[in-house]
Every structure is written in structure tokens, then in C-alpha cells.
């Protein structure tokens, strides 16, 4: 079992930067591929980012490239994202999840673990 909480978001002019942070408990987090998804107002989940148990790989959505970083700390059991150039269509509610199992990092049923979201808001 993974329990996930992420914390870090909140309201962020256009052009402006947060970090978002996920924070997991268990011993066995560093075997996880860690991922980012996002749900903005009135539509489904999406893919944003994705980290590979030690940190080798990273996945993004094209639309973040180059904007947002995804890193982990095993030693801390915490996943983060740092969000630069924020846009308003950043808006959503962002979750981490954890996946150790088949299937495609971009997908959101390979991820057996999820938290319970953050609200990050960006004004225009």
C-alpha cells in the first residue's frame, strides 16, 4: 500500500511559477514510477508528467515541455513539480500517482495509486 498527499498548490499570476509537492508513505516508494496528472474545470484527467523509480527517466505532455520539471527524492519519499511560465490553462486540480506495474506511463489506468489532488489556479 501507497498513500499519497500532495500539497504545494495555489493561485499563481500568468507567467509565475509553483512547485507542487507528493508526498508518499511505505518502504517501498523508490520502486514506484511516479506520475503527474491534471483535471482541469469541467474536463477529463490528463497525463502531465512522469518520473521513473530512480529518477532516470521523465515523461511529459507536450503542452508542459519545457515549463514544468519533475524530480524525486527517494531518501524523502516525496515526488515534485516544478511549474515555470504557468498559463491559465495550467488550471486544474493536480494529482500524483504511483504505478509499479504493466502498462504505458501516459496512461491513467497504469496507475494503481493516487492522491487527492491539489487546486493550482492561474489568473490572467
Known amino acids: 500500500q501507497v498513500q499519497l498527499v500532495e500539497s504545494g498548490g495555489g493561485l499563481v499570476q500568468a507567467g509565475g511559477s509553483l512547485r507542487v509537492s507528493c508526498a508518499a508513505s511505505?518502504?517501498?516508494?523508490?520502486?514506484?514510477?511516479m506520475g503527474w496528472f491534471r483535471q482541469p474545470p469541467g474536463k477529463e484527467r490528463e497525463f502531465v508528467a512522469a518520473?521513473?523509480?530512480?529518477?532516470?527517466?521523465?515523461y511529459y505532455t507536450d503542452s508542459v515541455k519545457g515549463r514544468f520539471t519533475v524530480s524525486r527524492d527517494n531518501a524523502k519519499n516525496t515526488v515534485y513539480l516544478q511549474m515555470d511560465s504557468l498559463k491559465p490553462e495550467d488550471t486544474a486540480v493536480y494529482y500524483c500517482?504511483?504505478?509499479?506495474?504493466?502498462?504505458?506511463?501516459?496512461?491513467?489506468?497504469?496507475?494503481?495509486?493516487w492522491g487527492q489532488g491539489t487546486q493550482v489556479t492561474v489568473s490572467s
Open positions: 518520473i521513473s523509480w530512480n529518477g532516470v527517466s521523465t
Open positions: 500517482a504511483a504505478k509499479n506495474g504493466p502498462g504505458s506511463v501516459y496512461a491513467i489506468t497504469a496507475y494503481t495509486y
Open positions: 511505505g518502504r517501498t516508494f523508490s520502486s514506484y514510477t
